[in-house]
């Protein structure tokens, strides 16, 4: 069993929905939460970063952590053609980016 | 400003041969990553350098991986006898200060095709 698992998709929806993507994860000691988005040929860009449980928004953008069930996930509310993009989790259990567990991505498509 | 950049965009090369792989970072950027992304896995740490500080070679695969950094400017990555499970996209990052959880700033990659 991998430490973080995440649905590779690809997941694909119409323009204005609202996604969900989401990592389970198998350490309960991780602390240290976040979400890149990468765009084809492109390096991960952070999007959202999140300490320990409970959720964070930005924008159309909601992190939450549910560390209870080892689960977290990334709501974009009002999805646009330019969110499509590879989504990434990573985590982990001390604040340093070289100690992080990355999934392996979701890859979504926002049809106009 | 500019951001990270990294060349050769693309690479293929035969199996054995060493290949040579630059990043530039954003400049006042002290801290500097190389990753490796390969299909179907996660990414994986390489190695770190910060300032003039000993790199950080604990994600390095084996020896025939090396880095340099002159600095706080460039770094290149070198991988001696290619192998094909070397084939991945090698990502430079880099960021500001000593936090060692700075935002990372990625470059676009390398594409290593080695046949």
């Known amino acids: 069993q991998k430490e973080v698992e995440q649905d590779p998709g690809p997941l694909s929806v119409p323009e204005g929905a609202i996604v969900s993507l989401n990592c389970t994860y198998s350490n309960s000691a991780f602390q240290y939460f976040m979400w890149y988005r990468q765009y084809s040929r492109k390096g991960p860009e952070l999007l959202m970063y999140?300490?320990s449980s409970g959720n964070k928004e930005d924008g159309r953008f909601t992190a939450q952590v549910d560390k209870s069930s080892k689960y977290i996930s990334l709501f974009i509310r009002d999805s646009q053609p330019s969110d499509s993009a590879t989504y990434l989790c990573?985590?982990?259990?001390?604040?340093?980016?070289?100690?992080?567990?990355w999934g392996l991505g979701t890859s979504l498509a926002v049809n106009p | 400003g500019a951001g990270v950049s990294q060349s050769p965009s693309n690479k293929v090369t035969e199996k054995g041969k060493d290949v040579e792989l630059r990043c530039d970072p954003i400049s006042g950027h002290t801290a500097l990553y190389w990753y490796r992304q390969r299909l179907g896995q996660g990414l994986e740490f390489l190695i770190y350098f910060q300032g003039n500080s000993a790199p950080d070679k604990s994600g390095l695969p084996s020896d025939r991986f090396s880095a340099e950094r002159t600095g706080e400017s460039v770094s290149t990555l070198t991988i001696q006898r290619t192998q094909q499970e070397d084939s991945a996209v090698y990502l430079c990052?880099?960021?500001?200060?000593?936090?060692?959880?700075?935002?990372?700033?990625f470059g676009p990659g390398t594409r290593l095709t080695v046949l």
């Open positions: 999140t300490y």
């Open positions: 990573a985590m982990s259990l001390t604040g340093n980016n070289r100690k992080l567990i």
């Open positions: 990052a880099s960021s500001l200060g000593r936090n060692p959880l700075a935002e990372q700033f």
